[in-house]
């Protein structure tokens, strides 16, 4: 029985060869050290491109939003580029480097022009209707209703309350004599 470490068996290796395996351990470790110190060994850091760029408009709320359709139509949110730009373009853009945002006011125009007409033509349809109809809302119609109601109630006097009456309430002896008969 052995305690301890073995002893290397024959020809298995020397001192010269573990003085070797130390050299080359220390040599490996030294050019780990001097690639780390020169920025080699470092992985360049690539993030994936839905952590770099803002989510599509109409993703941000996605079920979160109010369930009915808005009353003012289609918003549009601008340039959003900012939310992206890195310090690097910003600088580039201002020495006149990268290309000037391009505004877009002839797609504004139009676009302006086609809800005008749009907006004309629903308000010509509205006033048709408000001709047709009328101009009471019907929660103004209904308040009349009852006004009107409650007005012919109050023509026609209050209505007083009379005292309990066990026969005439309850019909009890409204059978004659020849119906009492038949029924007993």
Do not use: C
């Not at 690539?46 to 918003?75: C, H, N, Q, V, Y």
């Amino acid at each position: 029985e052995y305690i301890g470490p073995r002893p290397p068996a024959p020809g298995q290796s020397s001192a010269s060869d573990i003085v070797r395996s130390q050299l080359s351990d220390i040599e490996r470790r030294a050019q780990s050290m001097r690639d780390k110190i020169d920025g080699k060994d470092k992985e360049v850091v690539k993030r994936e491109s839905w952590m770099l760029e803002l989510p599509d408009a109409k993703a941000k709320s996605f079920g979160l939003g109010p369930r009915m359709f808005s009353r003012k139509g289609i918003t549009q949110t601008g340039d959003r580029s900012a939310w992206t730009e890195t310090p690097e373009e910003k600088a580039k853009r201002a020495r006149g480097e990268l290309p000037e945002k391009e505004e877009e006011e002839e797609e504004d125009t139009t676009e302006f022009l086609v809800n005008k007409a749009r907006d004309d033509a629903m308000e010509k349809v509205t006033e048709e209707l408000r001709q047709k109809r009328g101009n009471d809302s019907l929660m103004s119609l209904h308040e009349k209703k009852l006004k009107k109601k409650a007005k012919k109630e109050e023509e026609l006097g209050p209505k007083e309350r009379r005292p309990f009456d066990r026969d005439a309430d309850l019909g009890a002896n409204k059978f004659d004599e020849a119906q009492r008969k038949l029924m007993v």
